[in-house]
């Protein structure tokens, strides 16, 4: 580091470890060092990375002021904080791509920097670009040893990687490995998940993640939520839907939150339930309603298919007409989500709403073009398969069984143990 003095870095440390286990709140801790010495350089990068890392548009004033300070400190940093500095004036322009890409490059020098592979996995994950989800780690694991502390990060970040790629035995493996040098890595425990949920061992996941609650489902775990989706999954694909909504209520939105990464998992819950005509009470009204807050349409396309969910199933349609609308003027920016957009966001959230207006056979033909290359916008595969149940859905209300026939067989060729997966194929050969 090129300034800091050891109290500043050892709070530096701990907001890494914050990041790291995705508890407590990393930009709180590193604010007691930035409070102190405002021109700590890796302080500021730390603070800003970590907002990125939120992929929201009420991130940008705070990651533009980080930038600005650290270009008043250019002179005095070192060439890796320079790096993460460019990397966070690509993020701020809307040059995502850019951002991963200087993220790269910084980590082909420096390849034990803990927060530039961590953020960059992460960004690699918001792209849906699984190969880099692998190949980011695995450029850098040869820098590491088993006992540098921090390793394990490594591992659990692998394995997510190994599982987006299809390697499902060497990705449980990695994520295993992983807990067991610190039983708390909570993006561990949701790779191995991942693995389980591909796999159709959805029993077995669901005794895997209670087990593990104390590590993974503390009251002040950013990614509790998340981990708690993926409990809800696998007891709804169990046909247990009354379990998955108890699960919604305690973990996956136990509170009124309107940050987009954990309204997105409540959504995409409540929407699995409603392809299946599923009673949710009032919850959608509530989500429906922090949707409507803030300026996040047209943000980032995969955010934006989530809140079509919302508007669609809540009946809000003035809300989705105005979201519509966003992401149409999205699809003209020359940036990231620009590109995004136009390859998959734009026809998905317009298939959504066709489906909410019962519009099925429209729904269907905006659909079938981009279900393959919804990887474009983000998300993993546990997550874009929305997308094909959505698809499958419309084709059956549609009336078209020969689709949905031919798509329900496909779904059981990938999944032939899963409960869920042989419902749809009875109801297509109906």
Same mark, same amino acid.
């Given at each position: 580091?090129?300034?800091?003095?050891?109290?500043?870095?050892?709070?530096? *440390?701990?907001?890494?470890?914050?990041?790291? &286990?995705?508890?407590?709140?990393?930009? +709180?801790?590193?604010?007691?060092?930035?409070?102190?010495?405002?021109?700590?350089?890796?302080?500021?990068?730390?603070?800003?990375?970590?907002? &990125?890392?939120?992929?929201?548009?009420?991130?940008? =004033?705070?990651?533009?002021?980080?930038?600005?300070?650290? /270009? +008043?400190?250019?002179?005095?940093?070192?060439?890796?904080?320079?790096?993460?500095?460019?990397?966070?004036?690509?993020?701020?322009?809307?040059?995502?791509?850019?951002?991963?890409?200087?993220?790269?490059?910084?980590?082909?020098?420096?390849?034990?920097?803990?927060?530039?592979?961590?953020?960059? %996995?992460?960004?690699?994950?918001?792209?849906?670009?699984?190969?880099?989800?692998?190949?980011?780690?695995?450029?850098?694991?040869?820098?590491?040893?088993? /006992?540098? *502390?921090?390793?394990?990060?490594?591992?659990?970040?692998?394995?997510?990687?190994?599982?987006?790629?299809?390697?499902?035995?060497?990705?449980?493996?990695?994520?295993?490995?992983?807990? %067991?040098?610190?039983?708390?890595?909570?993006?561990?425990?949701?790779?191995?998940?991942?693995?389980?949920?591909?796999?159709?061992?959805?029993?077995?996941?669901?005794?895997?993640?209670?087990?593990?609650?104390?590590?993974?489902?503390?009251?002040?775990?950013?990614?509790?939520?998340?981990?708690?989706?993926?409990? +809800?999954?696998?007891?709804?694909?169990?046909?247990?839907?009354?379990?998955?909504?108890?699960?919604?209520?305690?973990?996956?939105?136990?509170? =009124?939150?309107?940050?987009?990464?954990?309204?997105?998992?409540?959504?995409?819950? $409540?929407?699995?339930?409603? $392809?299946?005509?599923?009673?949710?009470?009032?919850?959608?009204?509530?989500?429906?309603?922090?949707?409507?807050?803030?300026?996040?349409?047209?943000?980032?396309?995969?955010?934006?298919?989530?809140?079509?969910?919302?508007?669609?199933?809540?009946?809000?349609?003035?809300?989705?007409?105005?979201?519509?609308?966003?992401?149409?003027?999205? &699809?003209?920016?020359?940036?990231?989500?620009?590109?995004?957009?136009? *390859?998959?966001? $734009?026809?998905?959230?317009?298939?959504?709403?066709?489906?909410?207006?019962?519009?099925?056979?429209?729904?269907?033909?905006?659909?079938?073009?981009?279900?393959?290359?919804?990887?474009?916008?983000?998300?993993? %595969?546990?997550?874009?398969?929305? &997308?094909?149940?959505?698809?499958?859905?419309?084709? $059956?209300?549609?009336?078209?069984?020969?689709?949905?026939?031919?798509?329900?067989?496909?779904?059981?060729?990938?999944?032939?143990?899963?409960?869920?997966?042989?419902?749809?194929?009875?109801?297509?050969?109906?």
């Amino acid at each position: 580091m090129s300034g800091g003095n050891a109290g500043s870095q050892e709070i530096y *440390e701990q907001a890494l470890r914050a990041l790291n &286990v995705y508890r407590g709140d990393a930009v +709180a801790i590193i604010d007691q060092a930035l409070a102190a010495e405002p021109d700590f350089a890796m302080g500021q990068v730390l603070r800003a990375q970590v907002q &990125v890392t939120m992929w929201e548009r009420s991130m940008l =004033p705070g990651v533009r002021d980080g930038v600005a300070r650290l /270009e +008043a400190l250019h002179g005095r940093m070192n060439e890796r904080e320079r790096r993460h500095a460019r990397a966070l004036k690509l993020w701020a322009a809307g040059d995502w791509e850019g951002h991963r890409a200087e993220l790269d490059r910084l980590l082909a020098e420096y390849p034990r920097d803990l927060l530039a592979l961590q953020v960059g %996995h992460v960004a690699d994950f918001f792209h849906g670009d699984r190969d880099n989800l692998r190949g980011r780690v695995e450029r850098a694991l040869p820098a590491w040893s088993r /006992e540098d *502390e921090g390793y394990g990060f490594l591992l659990g970040m692998q394995a997510f990687g190994l599982e987006e790629c299809g390697s499902y035995g060497p990705a449980e493996e990695a994520g295993r490995m992983a807990l %067991h040098h610190d039983a708390d890595d909570c993006w561990a425990q949701h790779a191995v998940a991942h693995v389980l949920e591909m796999l159709v061992r959805q029993s077995e996941g669901i005794q895997f993640m209670e087990l593990r609650r104390k590590h993974w489902a503390q009251e002040d775990n950013g990614f509790a939520f998340h981990n708690w989706w993926h409990t +809800a999954l696998y007891n709804l694909d169990q046909g247990r839907p009354q379990r998955a909504l108890e699960i919604y209520d305690q973990g996956v939105r136990p509170q =009124p939150s309107e940050i987009r990464l954990m309204m997105l998992d409540a959504a995409a819950l $409540l929407w699995r339930m409603h $392809l299946r005509r599923l009673d949710v009470g009032k919850r959608w009204e509530e989500l429906a309603d922090a949707y409507q807050k803030g300026d996040e349409n047209g943000f980032y396309a995969f955010n934006d298919m989530h809140a079509m969910m919302s508007f669609v199933a809540a009946g809000r349609a003035k809300a989705a007409a105005g979201l519509l609308k966003a992401v149409a003027a999205s &699809v003209a920016e020359r940036n990231t989500n620009g590109h995004m957009a136009r *390859e998959v966001g $734009l026809p998905i959230v317009r298939a959504i709403e066709a489906f909410g207006r019962e519009s099925y056979a429209e729904a269907v033909d905006l659909l079938m073009p981009v279900r393959y290359r919804a990887h474009v916008f983000g998300g993993s %595969h546990a997550q874009r398969d929305i &997308v094909h149940r959505t698809l499958l859905e419309a084709a $059956l209300r549609s009336g078209d069984k020969p689709l949905a026939r031919a798509l329900a067989s496909e779904r059981v060729a990938l999944k032939p143990h899963c409960p869920f997966s042989m419902e749809l194929r009875a109801r297509a050969m109906q």
